[in-house]
Nanobody
Framework: QVQLVESGGGLVQPGGSLRLSCAAS????????MAWYRQAPGKERELVAA???????NYANSVKGRFTISRDIAKNTVSLQMNSLKYEDTAVYSC???????????????WGQGTQVTVSS
C-alpha cells in the first residue's frame, strides 16, 4: 500500500518561515509529479507548487518568490520551503503525487492527510 505522510506544519508569525515535508512509502516503483495543494476555510483547494520527475517546477502566482518546492527522488520525498509567510497563507497543506506502485505497475494519484499551517501574530 502506498501512502504519503506530511510533516512540518504549525503556527508561525507573519514574515516567518516553515518547511513542509512529505514522504511517500510503500511498494513504490516510481514517482512522476509531486505537488503541494492547500485549502483555506471556505475556499476551494488550490495548487501551490508542483515539481516533475525531471525537476521542472510550477508555482501559484501568490507564492512565487516566497515558496520553493524540491524533491529527493532517492528518498521519495518532496518539500516546500515557505518564506515571508502571510496571513493569507493559512490553510491545510496537502501533498499529492502520481505514483506507480509495484502491485499494479500503473500510476495512481495519491494524497496525504494534510498538515495545518497557521500564520498569525
Amino acid at each position: 500500500q502506498v501512502q504519503l505522510v506530511e510533516s512540518g506544519g504549525g503556527l508561525v508569525q507573519p514574515g516567518g518561515s516553515l518547511r513542509l515535508s512529505c514522504a511517500a512509502s510503500g511498494r513504490i516503483f516510481s514517482i512522476q509529479n509531486m505537488a503541494w495543494y492547500r485549502q483555506a476555510p471556505g475556499k476551494e483547494r488550490e495548487l501551490v507548487a508542483a515539481i516533475t520527475s525531471g525537476g521542472s517546477t510550477n508555482y501559484a502566482n501568490s507564492v512565487k518568490g516566497r515558496f520553493t518546492i524540491s524533491r529527493d527522488i532517492a528518498k521519495n520525498t518532496v518539500s516546500l520551503q515557505m518564506n515571508s509567510l502571510k496571513y493569507e497563507d493559512t490553510a491545510v497543506y496537502s501533498c499529492n503525487a502520481d505514483i506507480r506502485s509495484l502491485a499494479t505497475m500503473r500510476y495512481g494519484n495519491y494524497w496525504g492527510q494534510g498538515t495545518q499551517v497557521t500564520v498569525s501574530s
